[in-house]
C-alpha cells in the first residue's frame, strides 16, 4: 500500500515536471507554428521597409549599451576590489542601487531631457546648419535610451567582475603586485584577462535586458525588434510578428551561445582559494579619483532620476489619483506575490522532489525549464498570447471571458521566463546540503516527501528565500509582458508608468514611479545582505 | 445532506436575485476615451437617470477584438471610439445594433454619422495645423497640401504614424486626391521633418513655443488644453501659435469624431439609447467645449468661449465616410515614405 502510495507520488510529480517543461517550450512551439503559416502581403511590405532597420538598430543598441555597461561595470568593480580609500564601502553598496531602478522608471525621468534640450539644437542649426541640425536631434534620443540602459544595467557587468576581482584571482594580482608591475600593468595584463569570463558573462546578461527591452527605447522613439514584433502583434499582424520573434530569437541564442563558448574554451582555475584580495590604500587625490568613477555612473543612473522624480511627486501633492494608484500597485503585489508562490513552488518540485527521488524525467525538465529565461520576453509574449486567443476561440463564450479577463496568460508568460531565477539560487543551495542527512532521515523512517520537507527544505531556506526575492522583484517590475498579456482594463505600477510617460504626463508618472522604485529597494536590501552573509 | 443543499441552494439564488435587484440598472461602457470630463459626463448621467454606468477603458482595436471573442455572452452595451473609420469597421463586421430616434437624427449631422444608423458622433475633432505666430506669416499655409512644400524643409513636427490621427488624415488625404498623390505628399511631409516624430500632439506645440520649428499638426483640443492649463509654461506655449483651419477653401478641416454606437448583443438597449442620447445634450455637448475644448457635433460655437474665439470652420464632410476604407492604404504609405 506504501509503496504504492509512493509510486503514485513519484509519478504525480514527474508528470507535474513534464507538465512545466511543457509549458515553458509551448510559446516556442506556438511562434514557430504560427510563423511557418503563409502570410500575405504584411510579411512582404515588413522586409521591404522596416525588417532592415530593425536587424540594424538591435545590433547597433546592444553593441552601445552592453560597451556602455562593461565600461562603466569593470572598471568601477576593480576600483572598489582593489583599492582603499574614503567612502569605498558606501559605493560598494550604493553601486547596486541602478538594480532597483528600471529602465522605464529612469526614462521616465529623462524623457523629457529631449524638450529641454531645444535650445542646443536650435544653436547647432544656428552654427551648422539644418542638416546637422536633423542628424544632432536623431542621436540625441539614441544617446539617451542607451545612457539610461547602460547606467541602469551595469551592476550586472559590476556584480560578475567584483566577486572575481575580490576573491578568484586575488593570489594572481598579489603576485603581479609583488613582482613590480604597475597599477595600470595588474589592471590590464593580470586582472582584466583573469576575469574574461565574469566580464563576458555579465555582459550578455546586459545584452540580453536589453533586447528584451520595451519601455525605454519606445519612450525614445528607437525602432528595434522588440517593440516591431509588439507593432506587428497590435496591428493584428500575427505571422509576421512571429517572425519578427524568431529574428529576436536567434539573436539572442547568438549571445547566449557566445557566452558558453568563451567560457568553455578554456579553463579558468577557480584560483587556489587563498583569500581576499589585499586593497591598497589610496592617497587623497586618486581617491578623489576613484569616487568620482564611482559617483558619476550612480549619479545618472540612480540619483538624478529619483532626485526628478521627487519633485515630480511633490509637484502633483494632492492631486495625484491615489486611488488608480493603490489600485495598480495593489495589481502589482498581488500578481507579484502569486507568481512567487507558483514560481517557487515548481522549483520545489524540479529541484528538491528531484533530489527526492533521484528522477531522471524530473531532472531533464528541470533543464528545459531553465532555458526559459533565454526565451526573448517578446517571443513569449506573442507566443503566450496566441495560445490564449486559440483556447478562447475553441472555448467561446464563457471561456473567453474567464481567459480575458483572468491572468492566466501572464501567470504562465512569467513561469516561463522567470522559473530559471527560482531555479537556480535552489538549486545551488541543494548542492551544498549533504545527501547523507535525507538518508540518515529516510532509515530513521522518514518518507522521501518527508525527508526533503524536514532537513532538506529547511537547510536551503535562505536561498530559497533568495530566489523568492529575485521572483518577486522580476514580475514586480516587469512590463513588457505585462502590456501585452495583462488582462483587460487592468493595470500595474509598471503600465501605469509607461501609460503616463507616454502620454507625456511625466508628472503623474513620478508617484508610481517612485513607488515602484521604493518596492524594488525593499527586495533588494535584504538580498545584498543575504549575499555578504553567503559571501563570507 | 439533501436539505442542506438545499438550503445552500436557497442562499445562493437569493443572493443572486439581490444583486441582480441592486445592480439592474447598469450600462456597461467599452471607451477609448479616458478624460476626467468623461468621468463627470457618466456621473451626471447617473445621477439623472439612475442607472449606474460601468466602463471599460481600452484602445478602440483591443475592445473590438474583445467584443468580437465575447459575442453573445459580452456584458458591453455601448461602444465609444474616437476615430470614425474603426467604428465603420466595427459596425461593418456586424458587431453594432442599429438605432435610429428623432433626437438622435436632428442633433448630428447627417453626414457625419452612420448612414444606416449604426452609431452617431458627440464631439468633433479637427487635425488643424498650428504655427508660430512670429516666424509664419498669415496667408503662407492654407491647406495640408501647403505643408509638403519645399520651403518648409526642416521646419515641420507631426506625431507617429502609429496615431490613428495621423492615419486618418492621410486616408482623407488618400480619398480627396488619390493614392499616389497621396503617397507624393506623406513624402515631402517626412522630408520636412525637423525631427524624427516623437511624443503627443501636446508635445509638439510646445516644441514650437521652444523655437524648434515652425509649424506642427495637431487636434485642435490639444492646443485649447494648452490654452486653458494650469501650468504658466503651457499657457505661453499655446500663446505663441496661431491655429489655422485648413482648407476652408476647399473641401475643408479634416474631422474625426467621438462617436458610439450600441453593441449587438446588448441586454439594456432602452438605458444605452438613453445614454447616446444624452451625449448629446446641450449639457453634455458644453462641458465637452469647456474643458476638452472638443468641438460640439452641431458646431454651435456659443458653447464655448475658447471655440467661440477660434471661429468657424469648414468640416470635411466629403471624404468622411471612406476614412476606414483607405486606412490600410495610409499605413502603407506611411511605412513606404519611412514616417515613423
Known amino acids: ?536 | 445532506m439533501r436539505i442542506i443543499r438545499n438550503k445552500c441552494f436557497g442562499v445562493l439564488c437569493l443572493v443572486g436575485a439581490l444583486q441582480w435587484a441592486a445592480f439592474g440598472a447598469e450600462l456597461h461602457v467599452y471607451s477609448h476615451r479616458h478624460y476626467g470630463t468623461d468621468v463627470k459626463v457618466n456621473a451626471l448621467f447617473s445621477e439623472k437617470t439612475g442607472i449606474t454606468v460601468k466602463v471599460v477603458n481600452a484602445e478602440v482595436d483591443q475592445l473590438v477584438e474583445r467584443l468580437r471573442s465575447e459575442g453573445e455572452s459580452s456584458p458591453a452595451d455601448v461602444l465609444i471610439a474616437v476615430d470614425a473609420g474603426r467604428m465603420q469597421r466595427a459596425a461593418a463586421e456586424g458587431l453594432l445594433r442599429k438605432v435610429e430616434t428623432e433626437t438622435l437624427k436632428q442633433r448630428t449631422p447627417e453626414a457625419l454619422r452612420s448612414p444606416e444608423g449604426y452609431w452617431y458622433p458627440f464631439t468633433l475633432r479637427a487635425r488643424v495645423i498650428v504655427v508660430a505666430k512670429d516666424r509664419v506669416k498669415p496667408g503662407e499655409i492654407t491647406s495640408y497640401e501647403d505643408l509638403a512644400k519645399p520651403e518648409w524643409r526642416g521646419r515641420l513636427l507631426s506625431r507617429s504614424s502609429t496615431s490613428s490621427y495621423n492615419q486618418a488624415l492621410l486616408a482623407s488625404i488618400v480619398a480627396a486626391n488619390g493614392e499616389q498623390a497621396a503617397s507624393k505628399w506623406a513624402e515631402g511631409v517626412v522630408k520636412n521633418f525637423a525631427r524624427p516624430p516623437q511624443g503627443g500632439d501636446r508635445d509638439q506645440i510646445k516644441a514650437i513655443a521652444s523655437g524648434l520649428a515652425d509649424v506642427a499638426i495637431t487636434n485642435s483640443y490639444y492646443l485649447g488644453l494648452l490654452l486653458n492649463s494650469k501650468d504658466a509654461d503651457e499657457r505661453a506655449a499655446g500663446e505663441s501659435v496661431r491655429i489655422i483651419f485648413p482648407n476652408a477653401d476647399g473641401r475643408g478641416s479634416h474631422t474625426n469624431v467621438s462617436c458610439a454606437g450600441i453593441v449587438k448583443h446588448s441586454k439594456n438597449i432602452a438605458e444605452a439609447t438613453q445614454y447616446l442620447e444624452f451625449l448629446l445634450s446641450d449639457e453634455v455637448q458644453k462641458l465637452y467645449a469647456n474643458e476638452t475644448f472638443e468641438h460640439p457635433v452641431l458646431l454651435n460655437l456659443a458653447l464655448g468661449e475658447q471655440l467661440e474665439e477660434w471661429g468657424e470652420f469648414k468640416v470635411d464632410e466629403e471624404t468622411f465616410s471612406q476614412l476606414g476604407e483607405f486606412s490600410p492604404a495610409a499605413i502603407r504609405i506611411f511605412d513606404k515614405v519611412g514616417w515613423k
Open chain 1, 1 to 536: 500500500m506504501e509503496i504504492k502510495s509512493r509510486l503514485c507520488s513519484g509519478i504525480i510529480f514527474k508528470g507535474l515536471a513534464a507538465g512545466l517543461a511543457l509549458a515553458v517550450l509551448i510559446p516556442l512551439g506556438v511562434v514557430v507554428l504560427r510563423a511557418s503559416q503563409p502570410s500575405d502581403t504584411a510579411w512582404a511590405a515588413v522586409v521591404e521597409y522596416r525588417l532592415w532597420g530593425y536587424v540594424l538598430q538591435t545590433l547597433l543598441l546592444v553593441a552601445l549599451v552592453t560597451g556602455i555597461a562593461l565600461a562603466v561595470g569593470v572598471p568601477t568593480a576593480w576600483v572598489i576590489s582593489a583599492y582603499d580609500f574614503r567612502g569605498r564601502a558606501l559605493l560598494d553598496w550604493l553601486l547596486l542601487l541602478p538594480l532597483a531602478m528600471p529602465g522605464f522608471v529612469a526614462a521616465a525621468a529623462y524623457v523629457d531631457l529631449i524638450g529641454g534640450l531645444a535650445p542646443f539644437f536650435i544653436w547647432v542649426r544656428q552654427q551648422w546648419g539644418l542638416e546637422a541640425f536633423l542628424r544632432v536631434q536623431i542621436i540625441v534620443p539614441w544617446v539617451c535610451a542607451t545612457g539610461i540602459l547602460g547606467m541602469t544595467l551595469f551592476p550586472y557587468v559590476y556584480l560578475s567582475c567584483r566577486a572575481v576581482f575580490a576573491r578568484q584571482s586575488a593570489g594572481a594580482i598579489e603576485a603581479a603586485r609583488l613582482l613590480g608591475e604597475s597599477a595600470a600593468g595588474v589592471f590590464f595584463r593580470v586582472a582584466l584577462p583573469m576575469a574574461r569570463p565574469a566580464i563576458v558573462a555579465g555582459g550578455s546578461l546586459v545584452g540580453m535586458e536589453t533586447m528584451n527591452d520595451y519601455g525605454v527605447v519606445s519612450l525614445f522613439g528607437l525602432q528595434p525588434l522588440t517593440p516591431g514584433v509588439f507593432r506587428a502583434w497590435g496591428e493584428g499582424e500575427v505571422v509576421v510578428a512571429m517572425r519578427l520573434a524568431l529574428f529576436l530569437m536567434f539573436f539572442l541564442s547568438v549571445v547566449l551561445v557566445a557566452e558558453r563558448w568563451q567560457r568553455g574554451r578554456r579553463g579558468y582555475g577557480q584560483g587556489s582559494g587563498e583569500g581576499k584580495l589585499a586593497r591598497v590604500r589610496l592617497g587623497s587625490g586618486k581617491s578623489l579619483a576613484a569616487v568620482m568613477l564611482c559617483a558619476v555612473p550612480l549619479m545618472f543612473g540612480f540619483f538624478l532620476p529619483v532626485g526628478r522624480l521627487l519633485r515630480w511627486c511633490w509637484d502633483v501633492r494632492g492631486s495625484a489619483e491615489l486611488g488608480g494608484h493603490a489600485q495598480a500597485a495593489w495589481n502589482s503585489l498581488a500578481l507579484a506575490g502569486g507568481a512567487v508562490c507558483l514560481l517557487l513552488g515548481s522549483a520545489v518540485v524540479l529541484v528538491a522532489v528531484q533530489r527526492a527521488y533521484g528522477s531522471r524525467v524530473i531532472l531533464i525538465a528541470q533543464k528545459i525549464c531553465l532555458l526559459g529565461y533565454g526565451l526573448p520576453s517578446a517571443l513569449v509574449a506573442v507566443g503566450v498570447g496566441a495560445l490564449v486567443v486559440f483556447l478562447a476561440g475553441n472555448f467561446p463564450g464563457a471561456g473567453v471571458l474567464a481567459l480575458s479577463t483572468s491572468v492566466f496568460g501572464l501567470m504562465l508568460a512569467y513561469l516561463v521566463r522567470f522559473l530559471a531565477v527560482a531555479i537556480q539560487p535552489l538549486a545551488a543551495g541543494c548542492e551544498r546540503v549533504p545527501g547523507c542527512l535525507r538518508e540518515a532521515a529516510q532509515t530513521l523512517g522518514s518518507g522521501r516527501l518527508g525527508a526533503m520537507w524536514r532537513v532538506d527544505l529547511p537547510l536551503v531556506k535562505t536561498t530559497l528565500l533568495a530566489g523568492a526575492t529575485l521572483c518577486f522583484v522580476d514580475v514586480f517590475k516587469e512590463l513588457t509582458l505585462t502590456l501585452v498579456l495583462r488582462p483587460f482594463d487592468f493595470e500595474t505600477l509598471a503600465t501605469r508608468i509607461y501609460r503616463f510617460t507616454d502620454e507625456g504626463r511625466i508628472a503623474e508618472a513620478a508617484v508610481p514611479g517612485m513607488a515602484l522604485m521604493v518596492l524594488c529597494l525593499i527586495g533588494l536590501f535584504p538580498l545584498s545582505t543575504l549575499m555578504k552573509r553567503l559571501e563570507q
